[in-house]
């Protein structure tokens, strides 16, 4: 369907006559509320009022009690001032383009169930009980983070969580401590991460989502949650009460609380790239096409490939966006944010929320994917692609690594082809392009990294460097999909090399849930699932039960991430440091990747190291600068503690890591 008229709203024209900097939204205090909505081609707009009780069904609003004209404000405003107390009054705004329809409102704090109405809200009444003095954990630099990516549910919905039946899948069961697998003491949920010693827990869309019926908490049902529909309220189907449009407000700032007081910091999944509905959005039918880009006929374009994108670009896109990001970040305290499909957005609307946040907490990380799901009519050049990084100069805004994550397993399309660990050749320059976190560096020869790609990121910190996520076959799917015809022991060393690589390279770290215990997605027919996003529990849970299975790589990724953590050496703040410091070193192999680690230069206690990836089927031998070497990592154990000694020359057993430190 053509959208006529849609073009005025990119001119300078419409932006100065339009644009609004006041509060938007229901702004309560106990005296009065002003509702504020930004509707400039409106007819006119109405205050829809619903009472305390605002359904008919779950699926289906009542008569309202009041309908009450709005007046026209400044910039496209529409305002209506109401005194009196209307905490937890249900609201919607009727909206008259042409033809009327009724929205909730886009800056709703509050929802009632299944999202369907916007409730006015005393947000110091959802407070949990010591929130005041809540208190984020330490992190010195942006890649002292190591990233644990979980979805609420998949966490603590299987029976072997050791959660509490009326908490499984909820923001409750994220934080429940003492949780061990029934009946044997080893450890789940909370008392996992603070064992395995993560520093950032990355969840998964966490605000109201459209596909999850809130109304049947009892019925099984599960979404990733990209599919926005209530971007400034949580998603009720995480709560134990959907329909009190507080408690879900309440839960989520415990879960966060909690989270904090074991030392672990919270990261948002957050989909400002489009909406679930179009044409029925919240956005669309208070300002039709203003919210969207369009092409040169006047459709939706589809960059999201989710059947539409926002339009960062114009002033009130990027403001709702840049306003939402620091509601959360101040009301929520929340920690960082993860923008999906990043490369939809616009350089300067990611330039724009990096300087708001920096204004709440500097430490707040800023990453996302730095690439699209289509063709937009965005110029690229405006584009927040991976390749683009370079514009964002010393800013903390990154872009995920697909150079090393597929460069360690192979590419995540092409679900046969293997990677570095996992019998694929030629992978040596762009493992040594992750190592240095997709920066510069004169060891390395771009000509031979995939696809020619140039250094794309200043620093170290606009880098994540990861293996898997959410999308796309787990790892240890991966390895089984490259080699089914391989015995568990050689895929488990597959994934202890891709482990070891990813841990000790520069830039922010970053691991799915469930990689440190060979997670794997199985759908009924025994086939492997690569994109879970609405499968069943059975496909997405994490089973604890591989904890005790695959007990020797968990141990694994704990040394690997307590090395890490103890050692400044494997996460440098600067890309000067990592140069300086960072040599690689010509083993006259294929298929094995060796560098030279000047510790002192970040003033590291271990002062010397070596570093030595094997891809290959065989032994190799390394001859070791002259002194003696404790060795730290092996193709069986990784941690901070000597395992051997050894001087002059090294056997490196097949698909292996080894980590060197020099003996003073």
Not at 47 to 53: A, D, H, T
Not at 125 to 137: A, F, I, V, Y
Request: a negative charge; proline letters at 4%; one cysteine or more.
């Amino acid at each position: 369907m053509q959208k006529k008229g849609s073009s005025i709203f990119s001119t300078k024209e419409f932006h100065k006559k339009y644009s609004y900097s006041g509060k938007l939204g229901a702004n309560y205090t106990k005296e009065s509320t002003m509702f504020t909505v930004w509707a400039p081609t409106a007819e006119k707009v109405e205050l829809v009022l619903y009472g305390k009780n605002p359904y008919r069904n779950e699926r289906e609003l009542s008569v309202p009690e009041q309908v009450l004209p709005m007046e026209r404000g400044q910039n496209g405003t529409w305002k209506m001032n109401l005194n009196g107390d209307w905490d937890g009054t249900f609201y919607n705004y009727r909206v008259t383009v042409d033809t009327v329809k009724e929205a909730v409102d886009p800056y709703a704090k509050a929802v009632g169930v299944n999202g369907m109405v916007g409730m006015v809200v005393d947000l110091s009444s959802t407070n949990p009980n010591g929130w005041e003095l809540d208190k984020k954990p330490e992190l010195d630099a942006p890649t002292d983070a190591i990233i644990y990516e979980m979805h609420v549910r998949d966490f603590s919905i299987a029976e072997n969580s050791g959660v509490e039946k009326e908490k499984n899948g909820k923001f409750t069961g994220v934080w429940q401590p003492g949780t061990k697998i029934p009946g044997i003491n080893i450890a789940t949920c909370l008392d996992h991460l603070k064992e395995l010693g993560v520093t950032m827990v990355h969840l998964l869309p966490v605000f109201d989502y459209d596909s999850v019926d809130e109304s049947k908490p009892d019925t099984p049902q599960f979404n990733w949650g990209y599919d926005p529909q209530n971007y400034n309220a949580p998603e009720g189907s995480y709560s134990s009460n959907p329909y009190d449009g507080k408690t879900r407000i309440k839960e989520m700032k415990q879960m966060i609380m909690e989270l904090h007081k074991a030392g672990i910091r919270v990261i948002m999944d957050v989909v400002f790239n489009h909406t679930a509905k179009t044409e029925d959005s919240n956005f669309n039918k208070i300002v039709p096409n203003y919210y969207y880009r369009q092409d040169k006929d006047g459709n939706f374009s589809d960059a999201s490939a989710c059947g539409n994108e926002t339009a960062s670009e114009r002033y009130m896109v990027q403001r709702f966006i840049t306003d939402s990001v620091v509601y959360w970040a101040e009301e929520y305290h929340i920690d960082g944010f993860r923008f999906d499909l990043m490369a939809v957005h616009d350089i300067e609307t990611m330039k724009e929320v990096r300087r708001r946040v920096d204004t709440i907490d500097p430490q707040i990380l800023i990453y996302g994917e730095g690439w699209n799901g289509g063709p937009s009519p965005l110029p690229k050049y405006r584009q927040a692609l991976k390749v683009n990084t370079v514009q964002y100069g010393g800013l903390q805004i990154a872009a995920f690594s697909d150079d090393i994550r597929d460069g360690v397993k192979g590419s995540v399309f092409k679900l046969k082809n293997p990677g570095f660990v996992n019998g694929g050749k030629n992978w040596e320059e762009n493992i040594k392009f992750g190592i240095v976190a997709s920066i510069g560096h004169e060891d390395i020869d771009y000509a031979k990294v995939y696809k020619k790609i140039k250094p794309w990121a200043n620093e170290p910190y606009q880098t994540i460097t990861y293996a898997s996520a959410h999308d796309n076959l787990t790892l240890w799917d991966k390895l089984q999909m490259t080699n089914p015809n391989e015995d568990e022991d050689v895929l488990v060393a597959m994934n202890k090399l891709c482990a070891a690589i990813i841990l000790t390279s520069q830039g922010i770290a970053f691991m799915q849930a469930g990689e440190e215990m060979a997670r794997t997605k199985v759908k009924d027919d025994g086939t492997l699932d690569e994109n879970s996003y609405a499968s069943p529990d059975s496909v997405n849970q994490i089973d604890w039960q591989r904890k005790i299975k695959y007990k020797e790589l968990y141990e694994y990724y704990r040394g690997l991430i307590q090395i890490r953590k103890a050692h400044k050496m494997f996460h440098m703040n600067t890309a000067q440091q990592v140069r300086s410091s960072i040599h690689f070193i010509e083993t006259g192999y294929k298929n094995v990747v060796a560098y030279f680690l000047d510790g002192q230069i970040v003033q590291d206690l271990w002062k010397e190291a070596i570093i030595i990836f094997n891809g290959n089927r065989e032994n190799i031998s390394i001859q070791l600068p002259e002194g003696s070497w404790n060795v730290v990592v092996n193709e069986e154990k990784a941690g901070i503690d000597c395992l051997r000694k050894v001087n002059g020359c090294i056997q490196v057993p097949p698909i292996s890591a080894y980590v060197l430190v020099k003996v003073d």
